[in-house]
């Protein structure tokens, strides 16, 4: 179960379960001589674990199959599982280790929040004339707001993960892998969106609003770029688009595109339930970096929300730990999308022996993110009707996982979401990395952890 421990205070999320959950398992091959079949589709699994890994061999001399290859034995169909990769949730230790006195399961003694706030008025940053700008005194203050909520909450839902063994307190060294995995990979998308904004347009008469996915791992790129992408069969696709593979999951779509060309998820002509987004917000790192790209506070307010959200919509943003960014979310961006804020969720971040990856008091990374939650504002009765059969989203509540080790590959929202939404409720993630199964994906990056070299192949024989 992707969800370890329900708690009035939150959720306990294994997120390695439930990617491992939507997916992949081949259902239709193609038989080939020598024992050899090669497969374009993967079906969906429940509850599977990895639990071994494989190396591929023909029966013969030959080429030993790759990712998306599959074995048959004996006449029988063979059956090959992909697993999102463990070790990309192989957080055994904090990023910074905390003093012992801050360890999570020590309590919360007040003496901590004294001591903190001795440090915010008297210790002075190196080349520094003032102590702290405005900024940083915003989140101070608001880090003082959160900070009980934060610590007893998460201590609580680790206490549970310890007892029922999800979370080890002493955490055995990780062994050496023979194959070392790299961080995140340069897949290109970001470039290839980039490039298609100078292609000659194409005028939407001549050209397909919706491209359903069969049994052909090649996709012409302008179709990719160009208009909605949809799988839905039971089973889970594998594309391949500039010499790399990636899987699909089942009842799933998606939009690989730059910001600047949305108009075919516009013509896609659904309305969404549930709208995710997870803005790249400027900041300093950033702007220093040509790694990532960014938007600014005006470029975010042009996404069309309104034309893609469903009466009483809930919209859902991630925001950092800048107080200005929150700040634009609820006093601007919201009401500029007609949105009422709802409620401030918290994402936090533990190792497997339930510590906080940073120092919760840590002046420079903080453990935990931000989500602000709030629904569309519509006609009054259309409003009423629609929120007749909703239940009422939570002030606070805390989703404490282990983080995956790729950047901003954020915890599934779904399985949280689901206990205050309709089974029947589109959903749509604007800046999506990732694909989930009944829900359409939008963004420049939007295949970029479906890439196939982030899973392992499993044969089950």
């Known amino acids: 179960m992707s969800v370890v421990h329900r708690l009035t205070v939150g959720w306990l999320v294994d997120h390695l379960s439930f990617i491992n959950q939507c997916g992949y398992e081949i259902c239709n091959s193609f038989a080939y001589p020598d024992g ?64 012992p006195e801050e360890q ?47 610590w007893e909450g998460t201590l609580r839902l680790v206490q549970e993960g310890l007892k029922s063994g999800f979370l080890q307190r002493t955490i055995a060294e990780p062994s050496c892998r023979k194959n070392a995995v790299p961080g995140c ?161 918290h994402w936090v971040k533990i190792t497997g022996s339930g510590e906080f990856v940073f120092p919760l008091d840590s002046l420079h990374k903080k453990p935990y993110e931000v989500l602000v939650l709030g629904r569309v504002q519509g006609d009054i009765k259309e409003t009423l009707r629609k929120s007749e059969d909703e239940l009422p989203i939570p002030e606070h509540k805390l989703i404490v996982s282990i983080p995956c080790s790729l950047h901003s590959h954020k915890p599934p929202l779904s399985v949280v979401l689901a206990e205050f939404l309709k089974p029947d409720v589109e959903c749509l993630e604007l800046f999506a990395r990732n694909l989930q199964p009944g829900w359409t994906s939008w963004g420049n990056e939007v295949l970029k952890f479906q890439r196939i070299d982030y899973f392992t192949v499993l044969q089950n024989g």
């Open 104 to 150: 999570l399961w020590q309590g919360c003694p007040e003496a901590i929040i004294f001591f903190f706030f001795h440090c915010l008025l008297f210790v002075q940053k190196r080349k520094r004339k003032c102590v702290f700008n405005q900024g940083e005194l915003d989140a101070l203050q608001y880090h003082s707001k959160v900070r009980k909520l934060i």
């Open 36 to 99: 050899v079949a090669l497969n374009t589709s993967v079906t969906s699994t429940r509850d599977c674990h990895p639990t071994s890994t494989f190396a591929a061999t023909s029966s013969r001399d030959g080429p030993i199959p790759g990712p998306g290859d599959a074995i048959e034995t004996e006449g029988r169909p063979a059956r090959t599982r992909y697993v999102f990769r463990e070790e990309f949730f192989d957080v055994s230790k904090p990023h910074i280790a905390a003093a």
């Open 185 to 345: 990979i340069d897949c290109g998308l970001a470039e290839l969106c980039e490039m298609a904004k100078q292609f000659a347009a194409v005028n939407e008469s001549d050209h397909q609003a919706v491209h359903v996915l069969d049994d052909e791992t090649s996709i012409p790129e302008q179709d990719l770029l160009s208009c909605v992408t949809e799988n839905i069969s039971n089973c889970a696709k594998i594309v391949e688009l500039m010499g790399q593979k990636y899987l699909v999951p089942p009842k799933s779509s998606f939009l690989l595109s730059d910001i600047s060309c949305l108009q075919p998820l516009l013509n896609y002509k659904k309305k969404y339930g549930v709208i995710v987004i997870d803005p790249p917000w400027e900041n300093k790192s950033v702007k220093r970096s040509s790694r990532y790209s960014y938007l600014s506070s005006c470029q975010i307010k042009q996404i069309p929300v309104p034309a893609l959200a469903a009466p009483n919509c809930l919209v859902v943003t991630w925001v950092t730990n800048r107080q200005k960014h929150l700040h634009f979310v609820k006093d601007e961006l919201y009401p500029h999308w007609s949105v009422k804020t709802l409620a401030e969720w």
